[in-house]
């Protein structure tokens, strides 16, 4: 299904879901989303878009190797989650600070935030490896 007119509009749809996995990612503990849906999109997006243009272009659009990202996402959600110790509560206990912008605005941030922001670079990260390895040997065939 490698059609002219979806690798014209791969690229579109692609940015489209991006945006839209990071606006399911943030609207996380409040109502449906979340880290592992928002990467669930993010990764479906990339694979698309290597169907789309190639694995090789997936490649170098993402800069960094999946696994790195995974790897990472792994990372901030144990450092979400050890923050806590830190302040004396219970392992993974939602810590939240407010830092005030140059403008007045305040916005709070939040170790839950952090840690889903680990499983969404997790989600993201592993099956963007699976799918890029799975369109590499269809390829190849």
Known sequence: MNTVIFRTIAPYLV???????????????????GGFI?????ASALAMYGIASGVSAVRKAIVFH????????????SLAGFASLFAEVPFLMGLW???????????????PLFFDIGVYLVVLGV???????????????
């Open 15 to 33: 940015a489209l879901m991006m945006v839209f996995s990071v606006f399911v990612l943030l609207r996380g503990h409040n109502e449906p989303g």
């Open 38 to 42: 928002g990467g669930l999109i993010a």
């Open 66 to 77: 999946p696994l790195s990202v995974a790897g990472f996402g792994v990372l901030l959600a």
């Open 97 to 111: 600070a407010t830092i005030t912008l140059p403008d007045g605005t305040e916005v709070a941030i939040s170790t």
């Open 127 to 141: 099956l963007a490896t699976v799918a890029l390895a799975l369109e590499e040997d269809d390829r190849s065939l």
